[in-house]
């Protein structure tokens, strides 16, 4: 795409050999004044020079282009050399040279990476050169294919510079909406949540008490969309979930917790837990709590009707283990290399809850840390295992 003569001037300044070949362009040609130039139809800025004749320029300072002869290279597509203005028979009668005093001139055209005319490399003297002998013309040409390139080069990191710094805006502007969607959300979810104990503190209706149980389902899930959203926002934003690790022995009974309220929301289930952590653990237990619930959930989505799902959480051997397992299809080789991919399902065509993020999730979870999550799906029969290296509580 076009650039602003500004970008232009960047694009050639990130270019470190450029003040090297105008110098040797002006030491090979004799001329005093050698600058590489952006042109447009309606501009003409100096994107580096190198001058010994104090010709009166500096870089980003521009020219009428209606006055230049780089403007009819533009116009032509194609290079222009005099050696001798006044005797120029094209030339003689230019106002040009006459303008800016100059005999001997050379404005080669310069491309970028679309092939598009970015500007030229020109050089101008008072004195007459010989500029048109075929060594010269093959070095100014040379030295002109070699520009080309760079400023492809520059041109083309520069604008992925610039769309990559778009992104990143978008990015945080989403995580930002999505951060405020979800404090917009919580509040009144918090207060149904309110309503609702009060509801079950003052009427034992059984009908009410039915409904009651089904919105705390709802609000529960809903809630967890939430976690879910904002924390994989914040995955694509900073590249990964924030965890707070601390020595904790409560690890257990969060752990517990986690699987007696999935419990009381998926009554027709039947979930066996068998959680047994004495030691104290370097992590953050909030977190690992969040991964045993998504890992369990998922477990229930997909587990077969009637069959009992496993839960098992120990730290032994140096080694914390928490395991989910459920009965039903087994899951193929290929699928579980796309498990934790975000907004992917196991079963495309079997209806489910969420976002597809809870596996996802997990994973970032377990990579902030340091530990590995495993899945193994054999003979109807599927485990998920998350392993952490425990470490003394003396070495943190």
């Known amino acids: 795409m076009p650039h602003t003569p500004d970008i232009s001037v960047s694009i050639i300044r990130s270019i470190d050999s450029v003040p090297h070949i105008l110098k040797l362009v002006a030491e090979s040609t004799g001329v005093g004044f050698v600058c590489i130039a952006h042109v447009t139809p309606d501009s003409w800025t100096v994107c580096a020079l190198h001058d010994e004749v104090d010709f009166g320029l500096a870089v980003g300072g521009k020219l009428d282009v209606t006055y230049t002869l780089c403007n009819s290279v533009r116009a032509m597509d194609k290079e222009i050399v005099i050696e001798h203005a006044d005797k120029d028979p094209l030339y003689a009668e230019n106002p040009v040279p006459k303008m800016f005093n100059f005999q001997s001139y050379f404005s080669f055209p310069l491309y970028d990476g679309n092939g ?16 048109k002998s075929d060594k010269v013309l093959s070095m100014l040409g040379s030295f002109s294919t070699l520009l080309t390139r760079q400023i492809e080069n520059a ?44 509801i079950e503190n003052i009427t034992n209706e059984p009908q009410t008490a039915k409904v009651v149980k089904m919105m705390r389902a709802s609000t529960f899930r809903i809630e967890r969309l939430i976690s879910d959203v904002m924390d994989f926002a914040h995955t694509r934003a900073s590249q990964g979930v924030i965890v707070q690790r601390r020595k904790t022995d409560e690890l257990g009974d969060k752990l517990s917790h986690v699987v007696a309220e999935l419990s009381n929301n998926y009554p027709a289930a039947t979930i066996t837990g068998d959680i047994v952590i004495n030691e104290v653990i370097y992590c953050d237990p909030d977190r690992l709590s969040q991964l045993l619930s998504n890992l369990l959930i998922n477990a229930l989505i997909h587990g077969e009707d009637g069959r009992p799902v496993t839960v098992s959480a120990q730290a032994e051997k140096s080694i914390l283990r928490i395991e989910v397992a459920n009965y039903g299809p087994t899951i193929p080789a290929e699928a579980i290399d ?56 003396s070495d943190h």
């Open 116 to 131: 598009n005319f970015f500007g030229t490399l020109c050089g101008l003297d008072k004195k007459a050169l010989t500029l």
């Open 155 to 198: 041109a083309a990191f520069a604008d992925a510079k610039t769309q990559w710094q778009h992104q990143k805006e978008a990015v945080q502007l989403r995580e930002q909406n999505i951060a405020i969607l979800g404090h917009d959300l919580r509040t009144p979810l918090s207060t149904i949540s309110v309503g609702l104990d009060v």
């Open 338 to 393: 796309r498990l934790f991919q975000p907004f992917w399902r196991q079963e495309a065509g079997r209806e489910s809850e969420g976002l597809g993020l809870g596996l996802f999730i997990a994973s970032e979870i377990s990579k902030a840390h340091d530990a590995k999550l495993f899945v193994s799906s054999k003979s109807s029969h599927t485990v998920f295992s998350f392993h952490m290296p425990v470490l003394p509580a």
